[in-house]
Each structure stands twice: as C-alpha cells, then as structure tokens.
C-alpha cells in the first residue's frame, strides 16, 4: 500500500512539473512548430527547477569543389580535401526555474560546441506571465494577455528562429542546417509579447549586441569613418496570426522587422555561437574554432542595420497520422557595416515542405530550396559585386520516441557571382549528412 501511495504521488509530483513549465517551450518533439509560447493558466506551489540537455552527434560525407582546381597549400582559394567521419558532437544543458506564480527562468549553457569547446553559457532570462509583486487590479488584467521576458535571449525577429538547430538542439529543424543567411543572435534585452485571439503582437527592445562594450568608438579612427560611434538600441517588433481552424488545418503568417541606427558590431547575421553542421566545407583550412560557420553567408552588415521578414506556415493533416507542412520565409536586409558610406541589400527567399507520417507523425520526408543574393561591397583593390548562393536539401527522419530521433539529408549548394579571386568563386559542394539526437 505504501509503494502504491508513493507512486501516486511521484505521478502527481511529474504531472505538476509539467504544468509548472508548460510556459517554457519543450526541447523535444514536443517543442516543433512552437513559436511564441501560448497564454495558458498558471498554477504554483512551491519552487521547482528543471535540467534538460540536448546532444547531437553527426556523420558526414560532403565534397566541394571551386574554380581554383586541387587543394594547394599555399594558394589560400583552393578547398581542403575532405574524407568521411564523425564531426564533433555538440551538447546544451538547460535549467529551468519556475520561481513564482507565472514567474519562469530559462537558462541555458553550451557543453560544447564547434566554435568553443568548453562550456560556456548562452544566455538566460525571466519570463513572466503575471505579476505577483505588483498589487494592483490592473496590472493582473494587463498580464491576463500578455507576456514579459528580460535577460539575454534569442532575438524575436522572424519565425525561422524556432525552427533552426542551436549546437546540440537540433530537434526543432526537420533538416541538417539552418538558413543560408542565418538570421540569429541573442542580445540583452526586453521584449512584450501581447496576445489578443489568434493575433500576437511582439515589441522588444535590445542592446544590438552579441558581446556588450562599454567604450565610446572613436569615429575619427579610419575603421569607423562611417559609424556614428554610438551604441544604438536595437528595436524589433512583430506581427503574427496564428489560427488552428478546425483539427485538419492550422495557417500561421506573420511579419516582422529588426532596426538599428548604429552598432559596435551587430552580429544579428553572424550571432550563432555553437556552428554549422555541414562541417568541412568551403575552407582552405581544417575545421577549428574560427571555421565553424560552413555553408553559411553573412553579408556584413555589422553597423547600421534594417531587416524585414515575412513567414507563413501551413499544416494540413487530412487524415489521422498524416500531415503536410509548409514553412517559407521571404527576406530582405538593408545595411553597412562600420567602414562603409553606402548602404548594401541582401534578399534571401527559403521555401520547404515537410510530410510527417506514422501513428504519432514519428516519420517524415522533406525538401528545402534556399536562395540569397547579397550586394557586397568591393574589398582588396575588387569591385563590388553581387554573391549568388542556392541549396536544394532533401532530408527524412524517424523520432524513435519524443527524446529521441535521427535524421539524414543529401545536399547540394552552388555558388555564382564572387571575384576570380574567391574561394567561393564557381564553388559548390554537395553529399549526404546523418544526425543522431537527443533531447529531454
């Protein structure tokens, strides 16, 4: 009788956990098409602290080729010659605190990643759902819709942030990478997120900093002739309807935009610090520390920077076990980096279709095509001239159970439009990448 009783209440113990974090997305298969955590009930009886991890081990067979024929050591355009293996396994570590009533702290490390492989944290933040400490009527209707986070989090702009794979958390994304023009960064910062019905209106204000610095920029220094020498809050805000019809067919569309007058150096395209997972390609040197970012472009738009991006999201499901899903993101970045007068734009276009199968939707096959052209500015005595970059992705994966899945994804990505002297120039590479996961 005692073990039964003792057993009721671990059942009971797990279930209030649940409730408890239901505000904070899950990190497993739970967590797909998850955007902006939904307003749900409260319920608190005591502090409560969560662990989690997410690790992911990969296996590649990539190839690439350029315009400047075999691997020459002393020729910095031509490619290292790649061979098949294991690429390093990346691991997060997540704590998660419900410390009031409605009152939550994310906070999350990396165990190692490609670009560091110590441990070091990501970033961490308050999530508050109401406002226990503040004794006015008002404030408890205002937070009946609203939602607060202040820390240093994954900015909110665009949609393609919940569905990309951050070093060991790869879950979320039903193929190997991210976009070409990875649109991430986490910044110190506020952001309120209002949801009225099916609507949700997000305003956030951040530092517009990957890494915060204190000192003034001298703008008579030549490397910053064109900065303003400030450090510019960034301001983001978006706009997104999201409405589940009827058991069949949910649609999601939403707009967003990202703005800074001036930055010590924006990293909002080149702010992931975990790596790529097409390891390898497109260096003339080995993978390390500081050729983590394989596959990815990032235009350079580091001072004064203005992004906008539109995101719609389908899943039909016309039978039990069944289901097509759309995700497309259509793109365009206005901006300079410090040294610059002249503004540039980057457009990038990302369309990808996904049919999940099997009694849970534990299967599925997709396909990704990924377009960016960047106008980029003229470097090293080379006119300016615009980057042309597409990849067509065809991926499946199987979530053997909700903590656990593997996925794999043949993968092809050319290049046009860089100087003769370029190690992209008529470069390409293509093969097929295996992952294996795990997340709890």
């Given at each position: 009788?005692?073990?039964?009783?003792?057993?009721?209440?671990?059942?009971?113990?797990?279930?209030?956990?649940?409730?408890a974090?239901?505000?904070?997305?899950?990190?497993?298969?739970?967590?797909?098409?998850?955007?902006?955590?939904?307003k749900?009930?409260?319920?608190?009886?005591?502090?409560?602290v969560?662990?989690?991890?997410?690790?992911?081990?990969?296996?590649?067979?990539?190839?690439?080729s350029?315009?400047?024929?075999e691997?020459?050591?002393d020729n910095?355009?031509t490619?290292?010659?790649?061979?098949?293996?294991?690429?390093?396994?990346?691991?997060?570590?997540?704590?998660?605190?419900?410390?009031?009533?409605?009152?939550?702290?994310?906070?999350?490390?990396?165990?190692?990643?490609?670009?560091?492989?110590?441990?070091?944290?990501?970033?961490?933040?308050?999530?508050?759902?109401?406002?226990?400490?503040l004794?006015?009527?008002?404030?408890?209707?205002?937070?009946?819709?609203?939602?607060i986070?202040?820390?240093q989090?994954?900015?909110?702009?665009?949609?393609?942030?919940?569905?990309r794979?951050d070093?060991?958390?790869?879950f979320?994304?039903?193929?190997?990478e991210?976009?070409?023009m990875?649109?991430?960064?986490?910044?110190?910062?506020a952001?309120?997120?209002?949801?009225?019905?099916?609507?949700?209106?997000?305003?956030?204000?951040t530092?517009?900093?990957?890494?915060p610095?204190?000192?003034?920029?001298?703008t008579?220094?030549?490397?910053?002739?064109?900065?303003?020498?400030?450090?510019?809050?960034?301001?983001?805000?978006?706009l997104?309807?999201?409405?589940?019809?009827?058991?069949?067919?949910r649609?999601?569309?939403?707009g967003?935009?990202?703005?800074?007058?001036g930055?010590?150096?924006?990293?909002?395209?080149?702010?992931d610090?975990?790596?790529?997972?097409?390891?390898?390609?497109?260096?003339?040197?080995a993978?390390s520390?500081?050729?983590f970012?394989?596959?990815?472009?990032?235009?350079?738009?580091?001072?004064?920077?203005s992004?906008?991006?539109g995101?719609?999201?389908?899943?039909?499901?016309?039978?039990?076990?069944?289901?097509?899903?759309?995700?497309?993101?259509?793109?365009q970045a206005?901006?300079?980096?410090?040294?610059e007068?002249?503004l540039?734009?980057?457009n990038?276009?990302?369309t990808?279709?996904?049919?999940r199968?099997?009694?849970?939707?534990?299967f599925y096959?997709?396909?990704?095509?990924?377009i960016?052209?960047?106008?980029?500015?003229?470097?090293?005595?080379?006119?300016?001239?615009?980057?042309?970059i597409?990849?067509?992705a065809?991926?499946?994966?199987?979530?053997?159970?909700?903590?656990?899945?593997?996925?794999v994804?043949?993968?092809?990505?050319?290049?046009d439009?860089?100087?003769?002297?370029?190690?992209y120039?008529?470069?390409?590479?293509?093969?097929?990448?295996?992952?294996?996961?795990?997340?709890?």
């Amino acid at each position: 009788m005692k073990m039964k009783k003792r057993s009721l209440l671990t059942v009971v113990a797990i279930l209030t956990t649940c409730v408890a974090f239901a505000q904070l997305r899950q990190t497993n298969k739970d967590g797909i098409n998850v955007f902006e955590t939904p307003k749900t009930d409260t319920e608190f009886d005591g502090l409560k602290v969560k662990i989690g991890g997410a690790l992911t081990l990969p296996y590649t067979t990539l190839d690439h080729s350029n315009a400047h024929g075999e691997y020459e050591s002393d020729n910095p355009s031509t490619l290292l010659p790649l061979t098949n293996n294991f690429g390093l396994p990346q691991a997060n570590l997540f704590i998660k605190s419900n410390l009031a009533d409605g009152i939550y702290l994310n906070f999350e490390l990396y165990l190692a990643s490609r670009h560091h492989n110590e441990t070091w944290v990501k970033g961490g933040f308050l999530q508050m759902e109401k406002l226990p400490f503040l004794p006015w009527d008002f404030v408890d209707e205002l937070m009946e819709f609203t939602t607060i986070k202040v820390g240093q989090f994954d900015v909110n702009y665009g949609d393609a942030h919940f569905r990309r794979s951050d070093g060991g958390l790869t879950f979320y994304n039903p193929f190997m990478e991210n976009h070409i023009m990875d649109e991430f960064a986490t910044e110190i910062g506020a952001e309120v997120d209002v949801h009225l019905g099916d609507f949700t209106l997000v305003g956030a204000v951040t530092n517009g900093q990957l890494n915060p610095a204190l000192q003034k920029i001298d703008t008579t220094q030549e490397t910053n002739k064109y900065s303003n020498g400030k450090m510019n809050p960034a301001l983001i805000g978006k706009l997104a309807y999201d409405k589940r019809f009827n058991e069949q067919f949910r649609l999601r569309v939403s707009g967003s935009g990202y703005y800074t007058a001036g930055s010590y150096r924006n990293t909002l395209f080149g702010g992931d610090r975990t790596g790529s997972n097409y390891y390898g390609v497109m260096y003339h040197v080995a993978p390390s520390s500081s050729t983590f970012t394989n596959g990815r472009f990032n235009p350079g738009l580091t001072d004064r920077l203005s992004a906008l991006m539109g995101n719609l999201f389908l899943k039909y499901s016309p039978v039990n076990g069944v289901s097509f899903e759309s995700f497309t993101t259509l793109e365009q970045a206005k901006g300079r980096s410090a040294s610059e007068k002249d503004l540039r734009t980057a457009n990038q276009f990302v369309t990808d279709l996904v049919v999940r199968f099997g009694a849970d939707e534990q299967f599925y096959v997709g396909a990704r095509y990924n377009i960016l052209k960047a106008d980029m500015a003229a470097a090293g005595g080379t006119p300016a001239y615009t980057a042309d970059i597409s990849r067509t992705a065809i991926a499946a994966g199987w979530y053997m159970t909700k903590n656990i899945m593997a996925k794999v994804e043949y993968v092809k990505q050319n290049y046009d439009g860089f100087p003769g002297n370029s190690i992209y120039s008529d470069a390409q590479f293509d093969g097929l990448t295996l992952a294996g996961s795990i997340a709890f």
